[in-house]
Protein backbone atom coordinates (compact mmCIF):
# COMPACT_ATOMS: atom_id res chain seq x y z
CA UNK A 1 0.00 0.00 0.00
CA UNK A 2 1.19 3.48 -0.86
CA UNK A 3 2.18 5.87 1.93
CA UNK A 4 -0.64 8.52 0.40
CA UNK A 5 -2.92 5.65 0.92
CA UNK A 6 -2.30 4.74 4.02
CA UNK A 7 -2.14 7.81 5.61
CA UNK A 8 -5.86 8.81 3.69
CA UNK A 9 -7.72 11.30 5.83
CA UNK A 10 -4.87 12.32 7.96
CA UNK A 11 -3.33 15.93 7.19
CA UNK A 12 0.84 15.15 7.04
CA UNK A 13 3.58 16.82 5.73
CA UNK A 14 6.72 15.36 3.83
CA UNK A 15 8.86 15.35 0.42
CA UNK A 16 6.48 15.08 -2.90
CA UNK A 17 8.41 11.49 -3.57
CA UNK A 18 7.78 9.65 -0.11
CA UNK A 19 3.84 9.84 -0.88
CA UNK A 20 4.45 7.70 -3.81
CA UNK A 21 6.56 5.14 -1.87
CA UNK A 22 5.17 1.25 -0.84
CA UNK A 23 4.93 0.06 2.64
CA UNK A 24 4.93 -3.36 3.65
CA UNK A 25 3.84 -3.50 6.83
CA UNK A 26 3.54 -1.29 9.35
CA UNK A 27 5.85 -1.10 12.98
CA UNK A 28 5.99 0.97 16.33
CA UNK A 29 8.81 -1.11 17.54
CA UNK A 30 11.95 -0.30 15.91
CA UNK A 31 13.13 -4.25 17.46
CA UNK A 32 11.20 -5.67 14.71
CA UNK A 33 10.98 -3.49 11.87
CA UNK A 34 11.86 -5.05 8.57
CA UNK A 35 12.44 -3.99 5.18
CA UNK A 36 9.96 -1.74 3.43
CA UNK A 37 8.22 -0.65 6.80
CA UNK A 38 6.15 2.50 8.05
CA UNK A 39 8.06 3.51 11.83
CA UNK A 40 5.57 4.99 13.77
CA UNK A 41 7.57 7.18 16.87
CA UNK A 42 5.32 7.57 19.86
CA UNK A 43 5.60 8.58 23.28
CA UNK A 44 5.74 6.46 25.90
CA UNK A 45 5.58 7.52 29.22
CA UNK A 46 9.38 5.90 29.50
CA UNK A 47 10.04 5.40 26.03
CA UNK A 48 10.29 7.92 23.03
CA UNK A 49 10.07 6.32 19.49
CA UNK A 50 11.64 9.25 18.06
CA UNK A 51 15.07 7.88 19.75
CA UNK A 52 15.08 5.23 17.47
CA UNK A 53 14.33 6.90 14.09
CA UNK A 54 17.82 6.02 12.95
CA UNK A 55 17.67 2.17 13.80
CA UNK A 56 14.40 2.13 12.33
CA UNK A 57 15.32 3.42 8.95
CA UNK A 58 19.08 1.74 9.59
CA UNK A 59 17.44 -1.34 9.25
CA UNK A 60 15.13 -0.63 6.25
CA UNK A 61 11.81 1.45 7.20
CA UNK A 62 10.84 2.77 4.23
CA UNK A 63 9.99 5.78 6.11
CA UNK A 64 8.92 7.39 9.68
CA UNK A 65 5.81 8.93 10.82
CA UNK A 66 6.35 11.46 14.18
CA UNK A 67 4.96 14.21 15.56
CA UNK A 68 8.12 15.78 16.65
CA UNK A 69 10.79 15.34 14.20
CA UNK A 70 11.26 16.99 10.69
CA UNK A 71 13.69 15.85 7.58
CA UNK A 72 14.47 13.24 5.06
CA UNK A 73 12.42 10.39 5.28
CA UNK A 74 10.27 12.11 7.90
CA UNK A 75 6.25 12.34 7.61
CA UNK A 76 5.31 15.11 9.90
CA UNK A 77 1.83 14.73 12.09
CA UNK A 78 0.32 16.46 14.96
CA UNK A 79 -0.39 13.16 16.77
CA UNK A 80 1.66 10.34 16.36
CA UNK A 81 -1.08 8.36 17.97
CA UNK A 82 -4.01 9.64 15.70
CA UNK A 83 -1.60 8.57 12.75
CA UNK A 84 -1.06 4.96 13.89
CA UNK A 85 -4.46 4.19 14.57
CA UNK A 86 -5.76 5.70 10.67
CA UNK A 87 -2.74 4.32 9.14
CA UNK A 88 -3.56 0.63 11.02
CA UNK A 89 -7.50 1.38 9.81
CA UNK A 90 -6.38 1.77 6.43
CA UNK A 91 -3.81 -0.68 6.47
CA UNK A 92 -6.36 -3.53 6.94
CA UNK A 93 -9.11 -2.53 4.44
CA UNK A 94 -11.20 -0.51 6.81
CA UNK A 95 -12.84 -2.92 8.28
CA UNK A 96 -14.54 -1.36 10.91
CA UNK A 97 -16.38 0.40 8.80
CA UNK A 98 -18.25 -2.51 7.55
CA UNK A 99 -19.16 -3.97 11.25
CA UNK A 100 -21.54 -3.25 13.73
CA UNK A 101 -19.69 -1.68 16.38
CA UNK A 102 -20.75 -1.17 20.39
CA UNK A 103 -18.15 0.50 22.16
CA UNK A 104 -18.61 -0.16 26.59
CA UNK A 105 -16.65 1.76 29.19
CA UNK A 106 -16.34 2.57 32.94
CA UNK A 107 -14.27 2.02 35.67
CA UNK A 108 -16.32 -1.06 36.53
CA UNK A 109 -18.86 -3.38 34.41
CA UNK A 110 -17.27 -2.95 31.38
CA UNK A 111 -16.92 -6.60 30.66
CA UNK A 112 -19.95 -7.84 32.05
CA UNK A 113 -21.79 -5.58 30.03
CA UNK A 114 -20.30 -7.14 26.97
CA UNK A 115 -20.78 -10.53 27.69
CA UNK A 116 -24.88 -9.63 28.34
CA UNK A 117 -25.07 -7.86 24.83
CA UNK A 118 -22.56 -10.47 22.73
CA UNK A 119 -24.94 -13.37 24.54
CA UNK A 120 -28.12 -11.58 23.71
CA UNK A 121 -27.55 -10.83 19.77
CA UNK A 122 -26.01 -14.27 19.83
CA UNK A 123 -29.76 -15.74 21.15
CA UNK A 124 -31.17 -13.57 18.01
CA UNK A 125 -28.87 -15.66 15.69
CA UNK A 126 -25.97 -12.74 15.11
CA UNK A 127 -22.31 -13.52 14.74
CA UNK A 128 -21.15 -11.76 16.76
CA UNK A 129 -17.30 -10.82 18.34
CA UNK A 130 -16.21 -9.60 21.53
CA UNK A 131 -12.55 -7.82 22.55
CA UNK A 132 -11.91 -7.18 26.39
CA UNK A 133 -10.58 -7.89 29.27
CA UNK A 134 -10.87 -11.69 28.58
CA UNK A 135 -9.57 -11.77 25.50
CA UNK A 136 -10.66 -11.74 22.13
CA UNK A 137 -13.91 -14.11 20.92
CA UNK A 138 -15.80 -15.07 17.37
CA UNK A 139 -16.61 -18.20 16.07
CA UNK A 140 -15.71 -20.06 18.67
CA UNK A 141 -11.74 -18.82 19.35
CA UNK A 142 -10.32 -16.98 22.01
CA UNK A 143 -7.20 -14.97 21.44
CA UNK A 144 -5.12 -13.31 24.07
CA UNK A 145 -4.87 -9.89 23.39
CA UNK A 146 -2.72 -9.09 26.65
CA UNK A 147 -4.62 -5.86 27.74
CA UNK A 148 -8.94 -4.70 27.78
CA UNK A 149 -8.44 -2.60 24.55
CA UNK A 150 -5.44 -3.82 21.77
CA UNK A 151 -3.46 -1.55 20.42
CA UNK A 152 -4.14 -0.41 16.93
CA UNK A 153 -2.47 -2.59 14.50
CA UNK A 154 -3.80 -5.35 16.37
CA UNK A 155 -6.77 -4.14 17.04
CA UNK A 156 -7.79 -3.53 13.47
CA UNK A 157 -6.07 -6.72 12.42
CA UNK A 158 -8.62 -9.12 13.96
CA UNK A 159 -11.37 -6.42 13.15
CA UNK A 160 -10.70 -7.67 9.69
CA UNK A 161 -10.62 -11.16 10.14
CA UNK A 162 -13.91 -10.70 11.99
CA UNK A 163 -15.08 -8.61 8.72
CA UNK A 164 -13.67 -12.25 7.02
CA UNK A 165 -15.60 -14.66 8.73
CA UNK A 166 -18.56 -13.19 8.57
CA UNK A 167 -19.00 -11.05 12.03
CA UNK A 168 -21.46 -8.51 11.99
CA UNK A 169 -21.65 -7.28 15.51
CA UNK A 170 -18.23 -6.46 17.41
CA UNK A 171 -18.88 -5.59 21.23
CA UNK A 172 -15.74 -4.47 22.62
CA UNK A 173 -14.51 -2.64 25.86
CA UNK A 174 -13.16 0.73 25.69
CA UNK A 175 -10.57 1.09 28.44
CA UNK A 176 -9.76 4.93 29.64
CA UNK A 177 -5.92 4.50 28.44
CA UNK A 178 -6.90 3.15 25.20
CA UNK A 179 -9.36 6.73 24.93
CA UNK A 180 -6.44 8.98 26.03
CA UNK A 181 -3.99 7.23 23.89
CA UNK A 182 -5.86 7.66 20.81
CA UNK A 183 -6.17 3.88 20.09
CA UNK A 184 -9.69 3.47 18.74
CA UNK A 185 -9.08 6.82 16.33
CA UNK A 186 -11.25 6.56 13.08
CA UNK A 187 -13.77 3.72 14.56
CA UNK A 188 -17.38 4.89 14.67
CA UNK A 189 -19.20 3.42 16.85
CA UNK A 190 -22.84 2.43 16.30
CA UNK A 191 -23.44 2.50 20.12
CA UNK A 192 -21.47 3.87 23.11
CA UNK A 193 -21.92 2.90 26.17
CA UNK A 194 -20.99 4.13 29.95
CA UNK A 195 -21.66 2.31 32.89
CA UNK A 196 -19.74 4.24 35.74
CA UNK A 197 -16.82 6.21 36.64
CA UNK A 198 -15.43 5.64 39.74
CA UNK A 199 -11.82 6.14 41.34
CA UNK A 200 -8.89 3.63 39.61
CA UNK A 201 -5.76 4.29 37.33
CA UNK A 202 -4.72 7.80 39.29
CA UNK A 203 -1.30 6.04 38.92
CA UNK A 204 -1.76 7.01 35.01
CA UNK A 205 -3.79 9.72 35.03
CA UNK A 206 -2.99 11.87 38.65
CA UNK A 207 -6.73 13.12 39.20
CA UNK A 208 -10.01 11.66 38.88
CA UNK A 209 -11.01 15.35 36.73
CA UNK A 210 -8.37 13.49 34.31
CA UNK A 211 -9.48 10.26 34.20
CA UNK A 212 -13.34 11.25 33.99
CA UNK A 213 -12.77 13.29 31.00
CA UNK A 214 -10.83 10.67 29.37
CA UNK A 215 -14.00 8.45 29.56
CA UNK A 216 -16.30 11.45 29.10
CA UNK A 217 -14.48 12.85 25.41
CA UNK A 218 -15.50 9.43 24.45
CA UNK A 219 -18.91 10.61 23.80
CA UNK A 220 -19.01 12.90 20.40
CA UNK A 221 -20.50 12.76 17.59
CA UNK A 222 -16.80 11.72 15.68
CA UNK A 223 -16.82 8.74 17.80
CA UNK A 224 -20.82 7.45 17.71
CA UNK A 225 -23.99 7.87 16.98
CA UNK A 226 -25.91 6.79 20.08
CA UNK A 227 -24.69 7.24 23.77
CA UNK A 228 -26.48 4.98 26.34
CA UNK A 229 -25.49 6.04 30.22
CA UNK A 230 -26.43 5.17 33.70
CA UNK A 231 -28.22 7.86 35.16
CA UNK A 232 -27.04 6.54 38.60
CA UNK A 233 -23.65 7.58 38.21
CA UNK A 234 -22.81 11.36 38.85
CA UNK A 235 -20.63 11.55 35.74
CA UNK A 236 -22.54 9.78 33.43
CA UNK A 237 -25.21 11.80 34.05
CA UNK A 238 -23.64 15.16 32.88
CA UNK A 239 -23.75 13.61 29.68
CA UNK A 240 -27.55 13.87 29.16
CA UNK A 241 -27.23 17.84 28.46
CA UNK A 242 -24.04 18.46 27.52
CA UNK A 243 -22.74 16.34 24.70
CA UNK A 244 -23.34 16.43 20.74
CA UNK A 245 -24.55 12.83 20.72
CA UNK A 246 -28.15 11.56 21.39
CA UNK A 247 -28.42 9.86 24.68
CA UNK A 248 -30.65 6.98 26.08
CA UNK A 249 -30.45 6.65 30.12
CA UNK A 250 -30.81 3.66 32.44
CA UNK A 251 -30.98 3.08 35.62
CA UNK A 252 -32.60 2.18 38.83
CA UNK A 253 -32.39 5.47 41.56
CA UNK A 254 -32.95 8.62 39.08
CA UNK A 255 -35.13 8.84 36.14
CA UNK A 256 -34.24 7.08 33.18
CA UNK A 257 -35.33 5.87 29.91
CA UNK A 258 -34.76 2.00 30.69
CA UNK A 259 -35.32 1.38 34.39
CA UNK A 260 -35.96 -1.63 36.80
CA UNK A 261 -38.89 -2.30 39.50
CA UNK A 262 -40.19 -4.92 41.79
CA UNK A 263 -36.42 -6.28 41.92
CA UNK A 264 -35.59 -9.62 43.80
CA UNK A 265 -31.88 -10.65 44.68
CA UNK A 266 -30.83 -14.08 45.40
CA UNK A 267 -27.61 -15.27 45.56
CA UNK A 268 -28.15 -17.60 42.08
CA UNK A 269 -30.52 -15.07 40.26
CA UNK A 270 -32.18 -11.44 39.95
CA UNK A 271 -35.74 -10.89 38.58
CA UNK A 272 -37.16 -7.88 37.74
CA UNK A 273 -39.55 -5.89 35.63
CA UNK A 274 -37.92 -3.78 32.92
CA UNK A 275 -39.37 -0.41 31.15
CA UNK A 276 -37.92 -0.02 28.40
CA UNK A 277 -38.53 3.14 26.97
CA UNK A 278 -42.29 2.20 27.54
CA UNK A 279 -42.14 -0.91 26.72
CA UNK A 280 -42.88 -3.48 29.86
CA UNK A 281 -41.69 -6.94 30.37
CA UNK A 282 -40.20 -9.37 32.90
CA UNK A 283 -36.59 -10.34 33.45
CA UNK A 284 -35.02 -13.29 35.24
CA UNK A 285 -31.20 -13.78 34.50
CA UNK A 286 -28.52 -15.70 36.80
CA UNK A 287 -26.49 -12.85 37.25
CA UNK A 288 -26.51 -11.63 41.19
CA UNK A 289 -26.29 -8.15 42.23
CA UNK A 290 -28.04 -4.10 41.72
CA UNK A 291 -24.89 -3.53 39.47
CA UNK A 292 -25.52 -6.48 37.42
CA UNK A 293 -29.20 -5.10 37.24
CA UNK A 294 -27.55 -1.75 35.49
CA UNK A 295 -25.24 -4.25 33.02
CA UNK A 296 -28.53 -5.58 32.51
CA UNK A 297 -30.48 -2.81 31.64
CA UNK A 298 -27.70 -1.27 29.77
CA UNK A 299 -27.32 -4.81 27.32
CA UNK A 300 -31.14 -4.68 26.77
CA UNK A 301 -30.75 -0.67 25.90
CA UNK A 302 -28.33 -1.69 23.36
CA UNK A 303 -29.88 -4.63 22.14
CA UNK A 304 -33.24 -2.81 21.70
CA UNK A 305 -31.52 0.02 19.99
CA UNK A 306 -30.49 -2.72 17.72
CA UNK A 307 -34.12 -3.99 17.10
CA UNK A 308 -34.15 -7.29 19.01
CA UNK A 309 -37.26 -8.40 19.94
CA UNK A 310 -37.96 -7.98 23.15
CA UNK A 311 -38.96 -12.33 23.51
CA UNK A 312 -34.83 -13.07 22.14
CA UNK A 313 -33.61 -10.63 24.89
CA UNK A 314 -35.59 -12.43 27.59
CA UNK A 315 -34.44 -15.69 26.69
CA UNK A 316 -31.32 -14.56 26.06
CA UNK A 317 -30.82 -13.06 29.69
CA UNK A 318 -32.67 -16.20 30.60
CA UNK A 319 -29.63 -18.18 29.50
CA UNK A 320 -26.93 -15.50 30.00
CA UNK A 321 -23.88 -17.24 30.52
CA UNK A 322 -21.79 -15.66 33.88
CA UNK A 323 -18.99 -14.37 33.35
CA UNK A 324 -15.60 -16.30 34.84
CA UNK A 325 -14.52 -14.24 37.80
CA UNK A 326 -17.68 -11.67 38.40
CA UNK A 327 -19.51 -12.91 41.23
CA UNK A 328 -18.91 -16.83 40.52
CA UNK A 329 -20.56 -18.04 43.50
CA UNK A 330 -20.10 -21.36 45.18
CA UNK A 331 -22.48 -22.95 47.57
CA UNK A 332 -21.38 -25.71 50.21
CA UNK A 333 -23.25 -26.99 53.31
CA UNK A 334 -24.54 -23.61 53.74
CA UNK A 335 -21.76 -21.67 53.33
CA UNK A 336 -21.34 -19.22 50.01
CA UNK A 337 -18.32 -18.33 48.99
CA UNK A 338 -18.24 -15.38 46.10
CA UNK A 339 -15.33 -14.79 43.80
CA UNK A 340 -15.11 -11.66 41.91
CA UNK A 341 -12.67 -9.33 40.11
CA UNK A 342 -13.76 -6.24 42.28
CA UNK A 343 -10.35 -4.23 42.41
CA UNK A 344 -11.44 -0.84 42.54
CA UNK A 345 -13.01 0.91 46.29
CA UNK A 346 -16.65 1.10 44.28
CA UNK A 347 -16.32 -2.35 42.63
CA UNK A 348 -15.72 -3.78 46.50
CA UNK A 349 -17.90 -1.74 47.76
CA UNK A 350 -20.73 -3.19 45.45
CA UNK A 351 -19.67 -6.96 45.81
CA UNK A 352 -19.92 -6.87 49.44
CA UNK A 353 -22.96 -4.98 50.04
CA UNK A 354 -24.78 -7.52 47.09
CA UNK A 355 -23.89 -10.17 49.21
CA UNK A 356 -24.51 -8.71 52.82
CA UNK A 357 -27.91 -8.34 51.42
CA UNK A 358 -28.16 -12.12 51.06
CA UNK A 359 -25.80 -13.26 53.95
CA UNK A 360 -27.52 -15.05 57.08
CA UNK A 361 -24.76 -14.69 59.10
CA UNK A 362 -20.86 -13.05 59.00
CA UNK A 363 -19.67 -11.72 55.75
CA UNK A 364 -16.13 -12.22 55.32
CA UNK A 365 -14.02 -10.45 52.94
CA UNK A 366 -10.85 -11.52 51.48
CA UNK A 367 -8.53 -8.58 49.19
CA UNK A 368 -5.63 -7.28 48.11
CA UNK A 369 -4.32 -4.20 46.06
CA UNK A 370 -1.62 -4.51 43.08
CA UNK A 371 1.42 -3.06 43.20
CA UNK A 372 2.92 -0.36 41.04
CA UNK A 373 -0.57 1.08 40.28
CA UNK A 374 -3.17 3.46 41.91
CA UNK A 375 -1.89 3.94 45.95
CA UNK A 376 -4.67 6.24 47.21
CA UNK A 377 -6.87 3.46 46.89
CA UNK A 378 -5.41 1.41 49.51
CA UNK A 379 -6.55 3.00 52.56
CA UNK A 380 -9.73 3.62 51.09
CA UNK A 381 -10.47 -0.40 50.29
CA UNK A 382 -9.30 -1.09 53.48
CA UNK A 383 -11.66 1.36 54.94
CA UNK A 384 -14.85 -0.23 53.18
CA UNK A 385 -14.02 -3.75 53.67
CA UNK A 386 -13.33 -3.54 57.03
CA UNK A 387 -16.55 -1.34 57.79
CA UNK A 388 -18.83 -3.52 55.73
CA UNK A 389 -17.63 -6.84 56.52
CA UNK A 390 -17.83 -8.79 59.72
CA UNK A 391 -14.07 -10.20 59.37
CA UNK A 392 -11.05 -9.19 56.71
CA UNK A 393 -8.41 -11.13 55.44
CA UNK A 394 -6.13 -8.52 53.82
CA UNK A 395 -3.37 -10.73 51.43
CA UNK A 396 -1.48 -9.78 48.47
CA UNK A 397 -2.50 -9.56 45.09
CA UNK A 398 -0.20 -8.57 42.19
CA UNK A 399 3.04 -7.05 43.90
CA UNK A 400 4.61 -6.73 40.43
CA UNK A 401 7.93 -4.88 41.82
CA UNK A 402 6.63 -3.71 45.33
CA UNK A 403 7.13 -5.35 48.18
CA UNK A 404 3.62 -7.05 49.31
CA UNK A 405 3.93 -6.10 52.73
CA UNK A 406 4.33 -2.61 51.93
CA UNK A 407 0.83 -2.81 49.77
CA UNK A 408 -0.60 -4.50 52.82
CA UNK A 409 0.55 -2.01 55.23
CA UNK A 410 -0.97 0.70 53.25
CA UNK A 411 -4.04 -1.45 53.24
CA UNK A 412 -4.23 -1.51 57.29
CA UNK A 413 -4.41 2.49 57.96
CA UNK A 414 -7.72 2.00 56.64
CA UNK A 415 -8.53 -1.40 58.49
CA UNK A 416 -10.58 -1.49 61.84
CA UNK A 417 -12.21 -4.13 63.58
CA UNK A 418 -11.66 -7.93 63.52
CA UNK A 419 -8.63 -8.84 60.55
CA UNK A 420 -6.19 -11.17 59.71
CA UNK A 421 -3.02 -10.17 57.68
CA UNK A 422 -1.55 -13.22 55.49
CA UNK A 423 0.82 -12.25 52.67
CA UNK A 424 0.52 -15.73 50.77
CA UNK A 425 -2.93 -15.52 49.20
CA UNK A 426 -3.05 -19.13 48.53
CA UNK A 427 -2.44 -20.03 52.42
CA UNK A 428 -4.86 -16.70 53.18
CA UNK A 429 -7.79 -18.38 51.20
CA UNK A 430 -7.30 -21.60 53.08
CA UNK A 431 -7.67 -19.62 56.78
CA UNK A 432 -10.43 -17.64 55.51
CA UNK A 433 -12.36 -20.90 54.27
CA UNK A 434 -11.74 -22.87 57.51
CA UNK A 435 -12.83 -19.73 59.21
CA UNK A 436 -16.20 -19.83 57.26
CA UNK A 437 -19.04 -21.47 58.71
CA UNK A 438 -23.03 -22.15 57.77
CA UNK A 439 -24.94 -19.25 57.07
CA UNK A 440 -21.81 -16.85 56.12
CA UNK A 441 -20.12 -15.89 53.31
CA UNK A 442 -16.72 -15.58 52.08
CA UNK A 443 -15.82 -12.83 49.28
CA UNK A 444 -12.89 -13.20 47.39
CA UNK A 445 -11.50 -9.94 45.89
CA UNK A 446 -9.51 -8.95 43.48
CA UNK A 447 -8.22 -11.48 41.08
CA UNK A 448 -11.52 -12.68 39.33
CA UNK A 449 -10.50 -15.32 36.64
CA UNK A 450 -6.86 -14.42 36.45
CA UNK A 451 -4.37 -17.19 36.32
CA UNK A 452 -1.34 -15.70 37.41
CA UNK A 453 0.18 -13.61 40.37
CA UNK A 454 2.30 -10.71 38.85
CA UNK A 455 5.57 -10.97 41.02
CA UNK A 456 8.74 -9.29 40.52
CA UNK A 457 7.80 -9.04 36.47
CA UNK A 458 7.34 -12.74 36.37
CA UNK A 459 3.87 -14.11 35.69
CA UNK A 460 3.17 -17.50 38.31
CA UNK A 461 0.61 -19.39 38.13
CA UNK A 462 -2.23 -19.18 40.18
CA UNK A 463 -6.34 -18.67 40.35
CA UNK A 464 -8.22 -18.28 43.23
CA UNK A 465 -11.05 -20.48 42.21
CA UNK A 466 -8.31 -23.37 41.63
CA UNK A 467 -7.07 -22.79 45.41
CA UNK A 468 -10.23 -22.53 46.59
CA UNK A 469 -10.89 -26.13 44.84
CA UNK A 470 -8.06 -27.69 45.79
CA UNK A 471 -8.68 -26.85 49.71
CA UNK A 472 -12.54 -28.27 49.13
CA UNK A 473 -10.49 -31.76 47.51
CA UNK A 474 -8.12 -32.20 50.63
CA UNK A 475 -11.16 -31.56 52.89
CA UNK A 476 -12.92 -34.48 50.99
CA UNK A 477 -10.15 -36.25 50.81
CA UNK A 478 -9.46 -36.17 54.67
CA UNK A 479 -13.48 -37.05 55.30
CA UNK A 480 -12.92 -40.24 53.03
CA UNK A 481 -10.16 -41.06 54.60
CA UNK A 482 -11.46 -40.64 58.01
CA UNK A 483 -9.53 -37.97 58.99
CA UNK A 484 -12.25 -35.28 60.04
CA UNK A 485 -15.96 -36.04 61.25
CA UNK A 486 -18.23 -34.58 59.48
Partial sequence: MKVKNLLKGLEFACDNEIVEREIQDISFDSNSVKEGDLFVALKGSKVDGNDFVKVALSKGAACVVSDSLTGENIIKVDDARVAFSLASKNFFGKACDSLCMIGVTGTNGKTTTTHIISQILEASDCKVGIIGTEGI???????????????????HKVLKDMKD???KYVVMEASAHAIALKKLEGIKFAIGVLTNITEDHLDYFKTMESYSKAKLDFFDKDN????????????????????????????????????????????????????????????????????????????I?????????????????????????????????????????????????????????????RLITLFGCGGNRDRLKRKIMGKIASENSDK?????????????????????????????????????????????????????????????????????????????????KNKLTQIKGGKEDD
Fill in 392 to 472: VYVTSDNPRFEEPNDIINEILDGVSGDYVVCENRAKAIEMALDDCGEGDTLIIAGKGSEKYQDIKGEKIPYNDMEEVHKYL
Fill in 301 to 361: AVARVLDVPVGLIQLGLLYVRPVEGRFNVLSLKGKNIVIDYAHTPDGLANVIQTARAMTEK
Fill in 165 to 167: EGI
Fill in 224 to 299: MKLGIVCSDDPYARTLIDNTNVPILSYGLDNPSDIFAVNLKKKFDKSCFTCNCMDEIFDVSTNLVGKYNVENTLAA
Fill in 137 to 155: KYNGRVIESGMTTPDPYFL
